[in-house]
């Protein structure tokens, strides 16, 4: 993700504590904690998708999907 959009739910996090968001800024902040979370899900998998586990004779298994 951006560095720009993490920036801007940051400050809608903490406008939020404050209590001046608008219902415009909730929508933004939702529809870019969505966006986040998916991406943080598929940067996941990803990483689970290359992940290997080695025995102690040296074998390489690939993590399988429960």
Do not use: P
Request: glycine content about 4%.
């Amino acid at each position: 993700m951006e560095k720009e959009k993490i920036e801007r739910i940051n400050l809608l996090a903490k406008k939020q504590k404050e209590g001046t968001l608008t219902s415009e800024e909730k929508e933004e902040q939702a529809r870019l904690r969505k966006e986040y979370i998916e991406e943080y899900k598929n940067s996941l998998k990803v990483q689970l998708d290359n992940t290997y586990i080695v025995d102690e004779f040296g074998n390489k298994t690939k993590l399988k999907k429960k």
